[in-house]
C-alpha cells in the first residue's frame, strides 16, 4: 500500500475551553446549567471529569429560531429519525483505517470522522460497523495526494472506472471550489473505501457540506447489503437515500438547524437541478417525473433531480411508513431478482423488474401508486419553502452549533 500519514484524530480536545457549552465539553461545578439555543445544558461528573451533557429542550425559554416543519409527514420523519438514531447511538467506533493527508485541516478531519462514528451507528444492523474500511482524507487542493494514495489499493473495476481521474480534474480547474467525497468501490482486499475531499469554503453551516460524510457512507451501506452490485437501484433510491439521511444525520442535534439546512436543499433546485420554474410544478409533474425515472439506466441519472427528489422521496417514506420498512425495502433488494430476472440488472444496465416487488412488500403499495403522494409531498415541500428565510455560512451556524452527539 502507498504510504499514507495515519493518525488517530486527537487533534481537537473538546475540553480546551472551559467557557463553551457544549456538549462534552469542560464544566466547572456539578448541578450548574446554562441554555444555549433553546437547548438546557447540565454540567455532570462523569469518571473524574465535569462536562455538559447532551442538553434538553429548554421549555422555559423562548426559541431563537423557527422550528416548524412543513407539516405531519416531514415531522415524522424528522421524530423518526432522531428515535432510531438515538435507540442506535453506541459510541462505539467503527473498524476503519483514516489516512489523513500533510497538511489537512484538522478540524475538517476531525468533523469528518465523527459524522462517520454517528452514522455508522445508525446503519449499524444493515452494515455492522466491525466491518473493516479505509477512509482517506485530504483538502481540495491536495486531491493529488488522495488519486496517488487510493489508485494502488483499489479494485480493478473502481480503479478503471475513471471516477478519480475525473475528480483529480476538477480539483486542478476548481481549486477550493471544489468539496465533497465518494464511494466509488471495494479495494483489491474486498475491503470498503471512502474518500473526502474539504475545503475551508466548506462548513457545517452548509448542508452541502455537513450531509457529504452521512451521504457517502449510505452508499457504503447500500454497496454492503446489495454484495457490491449498485444495480437493483434506481437513481432516485440510490442517491435520494444517501441525501436524505446525510441532510437528517446533520441536523440530529437540532430541529431548526435541520429546517434550515432543507430549505437550502429545496433553494438549490434551480441552481443543480436545471429547473428555474421549479415552484409552478404540480404535484403531477413530480408523479410523472418518477414514472419517467424507470426508463433510465443506472447511468442516465440527472444528478440533482435525483439527489432532492429522490430525498423528498424517502422524506415521505419514513414519515408515512417508518425506518422499519424502508430497512426491509433496502434488504429486499438483495436478492429479490432471483427467479424473475437472469440478473440484478440486464444488459443495458436498467434494474431487475423484482424491485417493484420490493417495494410492494415492504410499503404495502405498488410503486406506481405511491408516486402521487410521493409528487404531492414534494409539491407542499416546496409551496412551504416559499418566502421563507434561508441562512448560510456563519449566519447558518448561528441557529444552531455542529452536531455534538
Same mark, same amino acid.
Given at each position: 500500500?502507498?504510504?499514507?500519514?495515519?493518525?488517530?484524530?486527537?487533534?481537537?480536545?473538546?475540553?480546551?475551553?472551559?467557557?463553551?457549552?457544549?456538549?462534552?465539553?469542560?464544566?466547572?461545578?456539578?448541578?450548574?446549567?446554562?441554555?444555549?439555543?433553546?437547548?438546557?445544558?447540565?454540567?455532570?461528573?462523569?469518571?473524574?471529569?465535569?462536562?455538559?451533557?447532551?442538553?434538553?429542550?429548554?421549555?422555559?425559554?423562548?426559541?431563537?429560531?423557527?422550528?416548524?416543519?412543513?407539516?405531519?409527514?416531514?415531522?415524522?420523519?424528522?421524530?423518526?429519525?432522531?428515535?432510531?438514531?438515538?435507540?442506535?447511538?453506541?459510541?462505539?467506533?467503527?473498524?476503519?483505517?483514516?489516512?489523513?493527508?500533510?497538511?489537512?485541516?484538522?478540524?475538517?478531519?476531525?468533523?469528518?470522522?465523527?459524522?462517520?462514528?454517528?452514522?455508522?451507528?445508525?446503519?449499524?444492523?444493515?452494515?455492522?460497523?466491525?466491518?473493516?474500511?479505509?477512509?482517506?482524507?485530504?483538502?481540495?487542493?491536495?486531491?493529488?495526494?488522495?488519486?496517488?494514495?487510493?489508485?494502488?489499493?483499489?479494485?480493478?473495476?473502481?480503479?478503471?472506472?475513471?471516477?478519480?481521474?475525473?475528480?483529480?480534474?476538477?480539483?486542478?480547474?476548481?481549486?477550493?471550489?471544489?468539496?465533497?467525497?465518494?464511494?466509488?468501490?471495494?479495494?483489491?482486499?474486498?475491503?470498503?473505501?471512502?474518500?473526502?475531499?474539504?475545503?475551508?469554503?466548506?462548513?457545517?453551516?452548509?448542508?452541502?457540506?455537513?450531509?457529504?460524510?452521512?451521504?457517502?457512507?449510505?452508499?457504503?451501506?447500500?454497496?454492503?447489503?446489495?454484495?457490491?452490485?449498485?444495480?437493483?437501484?434506481?437513481?432516485?433510491?440510490?442517491?435520494?437515500?444517501?441525501?436524505?439521511?446525510? $441532510?437528517? /444525520?446533520? %441536523?440530529?442535534?437540532?430541529? &431548526?438547524?435541520?429546517?434550515?439546512? @432543507? +430549505?437550502?436543499? =429545496?433553494?438549490?433546485?434551480?441552481?443543480?437541478?436545471?429547473?428555474?420554474?421549479?415552484?409552478?410544478?404540480?404535484?403531477?409533474?413530480?408523479?410523472? $417525473?418518477? /414514472?419517467? %425515472?424507470?426508463?433510465?439506466? &443506472?447511468?442516465?441519472?440527472?444528478? @440533482? +433531480?435525483?439527489? =432532492?427528489?429522490?430525498?423528498?422521496?424517502?422524506?415521505?417514506?419514513?414519515?408515512?411508513?417508518?425506518?422499519?420498512?424502508?430497512?426491509?425495502?433496502?434488504?429486499? /433488494?438483495?436478492?429479490?431478482?432471483?427467479?424473475?430476472?437472469?440478473?440484478?440488472?440486464?444488459?443495458?444496465?436498467?434494474?431487475?423488474?423484482?424491485?417493484?416487488?420490493?417495494?410492494?412488500?415492504?410499503?404495502?403499495?405498488?410503486?406506481?401508486?405511491?408516486?402521487?403522494?410521493?409528487?404531492?409531498?414534494?409539491?407542499?415541500?416546496?409551496?412551504?419553502?416559499?418566502?421563507?428565510?434561508?441562512?448560510?455560512?456563519?449566519?447558518?451556524?448561528?441557529?444552531?452549533?455542529?452536531?455534538?452527539?
Amino acid at each position: 500500500m502507498a504510504t499514507c500519514l495515519s493518525i488517530g484524530f486527537s487533534i481537537l480536545n473538546a475540553e480546551s475551553s472551559s467557557s463553551a457549552v457544549k456538549a462534552g465539553s469542560a464544566c466547572a461545578k456539578a448541578g450548574q446549567t446554562s441554555v444555549l439555543s433553546g437547548k438546557k445544558f447540565t454540567c455532570v461528573k462523569i469518571g473524574q471529569k465535569l462536562q455538559w451533557d447532551k442538553g434538553v429542550a429548554d421549555k422555559s425559554s423562548k426559541l431563537l429560531y423557527p422550528i416548524a416543519l412543513s407539516g405531519p409527514i416531514t415531522q415524522a420523519a424528522y421524530d423518526n429519525f432522531v428515535k432510531t438514531y438515538k435507540e442506535r447511538r453506541t459510541h462505539i467506533a467503527p473498524n476503519i483505517t483514516w489516512n489523513v493527508a500533510p497538511g489537512t485541516d484538522p478540524a475538517f478531519a476531525a468533523e469528518i470522522k465523527s459524522e462517520i462514528e454517528a452514522i455508522s451507528d445508525f446503519w449499524n444492523p444493515q452494515r455492522p460497523r466491525s466491518t473493516r474500511m479505509t477512509i482517506w482524507v485530504a483538502m481540495s487542493t491536495n486531491f493529488q495526494w488522495i488519486y496517488d494514495n487510493m489508485m494502488p489499493v483499489l479494485a480493478d473495476e473502481p480503479k478503471n472506472s475513471g471516477t478519480l481521474e475525473m475528480k483529480l480534474a476538477r480539483s486542478k480547474a476548481e481549486g477550493e471550489g471544489f468539496m465533497g467525497g465518494g464511494d466509488i468501490g471495494v479495494l483489491a482486499n474486498g475491503e470498503a473505501s471512502l474518500f473526502f475531499n474539504a475545503s475551508p469554503r466548506a462548513g457545517f453551516g452548509d448542508s452541502f457540506w455537513t450531509q457529504v460524510m452521512g451521504h457517502e457512507y449510505t452508499h457504503s451501506m447500500q454497496r454492503y447489503i446489495l454484495n457490491g452490485n449498485m444495480g437493483p437501484m434506481l437513481c432516485w433510491v440510490r442517491e435520494g437515500q444517501a441525501n436524505y439521511y446525510g $441532510w437528517s /444525520l446533520a %441536523g440530529r442535534d437540532s430541529q &431548526a438547524a435541520f429546517r434550515n439546512f @432543507w +430549505l437550502q436543499a =429545496i433553494s438549490r433546485i434551480p441552481t443543480f437541478g436545471n429547473l428555474p420554474d421549479y415552484e409552478t410544478k404540480t404535484p403531477s409533474f413530480w408523479a410523472d $417525473w418518477f /414514472l419517467k %425515472g424507470e426508463a433510465f439506466s &443506472a447511468g442516465e441519472c440527472d444528478p @440533482w +433531480l435525483n439527489y =432532492i427528489a429522490g430525498a423528498m422521496a424517502f422524506q415521505y417514506l419514513d414519515g408515512v411508513y417508518g425506518q422499519g420498512a424502508i430497512d426491509q425495502f433496502m434488504t429486499s /433488494l438483495k436478492d429479490g431478482w432471483k427467479g424473475i430476472c437472469p440478473a440484478p440488472v440486464d444488459d443495458t444496465n436498467h434494474a431487475c423488474v423484482s424491485w417493484k416487488i420490493s417495494f410492494k412488500n415492504a410499503f404495502g403499495v405498488t410503486p406506481e401508486a405511491a408516486y402521487k403522494p410521493m409528487g404531492q409531498h414534494i409539491y407542499d415541500e416546496i409551496q412551504w419553502a416559499k418566502g421563507k428565510t434561508v441562512s448560510w455560512g456563519v449566519d447558518a451556524l448561528k441557529i444552531a452549533p455542529p452536531p455534538s452527539s
